[in-house]
């Protein structure tokens, strides 16, 4: 039989345990996914992340271009407010690119303004919580497909002829996978740069690589959290099931050196896609350098895969 001071001193045990687990979990949570918690010194002492002069450059072209956009802004399913810059042609052709985790609009500057040069009308989102965009929380292409398809949808109204080319780095080559097992309309081809497979499947190795601790239980329980705060578990988040969805021609991007997202992720999202698909695998290239260290190649692949499937 047990006693009832037992059976307290048990209950308050088990309280006390919830509310630190509690208190860990909602530490790593604010750390992946809170906008507003600073962590890009741990991310770049883990990726060996330095901005190089060129890149510097690239960036200052990229401010100059978009300060000659027009602002443009919709409405997420939540409420928020998202911007992005909008550079309009009299083409039907449209280039939508979406940056990466903690990154902002003008990243994957010489992309897009290569793309405008060559006549298309350029689209360049802040992903909710960056630059001009509201937003508390990340979701890691969960919540951020479901503003790229509202993003679409304004394309759409704004001109029923409109050709779509989507791409995205990162978190936005996620985000882009997600949204294609939607198949959203008018969308003829998406390039997708260092993407990864599933949102757990990342985290876990960036928890071993960052914080050396295994992701059982430990990310389980964040996940749980997760799921108890905003309202979806990592194991939600899985590009590589949501490419199987679609035929949308899709080109897959890697660096073989990438360690933040493992280079066996760019396999398990490319086997998986249904359509037509092309690989590039760029030598030597860590985690989302491909454009900055293969600048000319990287355009002209791009331009030549989304050419090929407009007008389909």
């Known amino acids: 039989m047990i006693y009832y001071p037992v059976m307290g001193a048990l209950l308050v045990i088990l309280i006390v345990l919830i509310i630190i687990i509690a208190g ?17 010194k741990k991310l770049d002492e883990n990726t060996g992340y330095e901005i190089s002069d060129e890149q510097r450059k690239e960036e200052e072209e990229s401010r100059k271009f978009l300060s000659l956009c027009s602002d443009v ?25 979406v940056h990466g985790y903690k990154g902002g609009a003008t990243n994957n500057g010489t992309l897009y303004r290569y793309m405008a040069k060559e006549g298309y009308n350029i689209l ?18 969960l919540w951020e497909s479901d503003d790229l398809m509202r993003w679409i949808e304004y394309i759409n109204a704004l001109d029923k002829d409109a050709e779509i080319a989507l791409h995205g780095v990162s978190m936005g080559a996620a985000t882009v996978m997600m949204a294609s097992g939607r198949n959203p309309e008018n969308v003829k081809a998406i390039i997708e740069d260092c993407g990864y497979s599933g949102t757990y499947e990342e985290f876990a190795c960036q928890l071993k690589a ?10 389980d329980l964040i996940s749980l959290w997760c799921r108890i705060r905003l309202g979806f578990f990592f194991s939600s988040v899985r590009p590589s099931e949501e490419v199987g969805k679609t035929g949308i021609p899709m080109l897959f991007i890697h660096g073989d050196k990438d360690a933040f997202v493992p280079f066996w992720m760019l396999d398990a999202c490319f086997e998986r896609h249904n359509g037509e698909k092309e690989k590039w695998i760029t030598e030597g290239v860590e985690h989302a350098m491909s454009m900055s260290k293969y600048r000319e190649e990287y355009r002209k ?4 895969f989304i050419e090929r499937h407009m007008g389909r």
């Open 24 to 40: 860990i979990s909602e530490f790593f949570l604010r750390f992946a996914l809170s906008t507003s918690f600073d962590n890009t």
């Open 210 to 219: 960052m914080f050396h601790l295994p992701s059982h239980p430990v990310l």
């Open 301 to 304: 692949k791009s331009l030549d």
């Open 73 to 97: 802004y919709i409405k997420s399913k939540d409420g928020l407010n998202l911007h992005a810059y909008l550079a309009r042609t009299d083409s039907h052709k449209y280039f939508i690119t």
């Open 124 to 141: 360049v989102l802040d992903v909710r919580g960056h630059g001009k965009s509201e937003g508390r929380w990340l979701s890691m292409g």
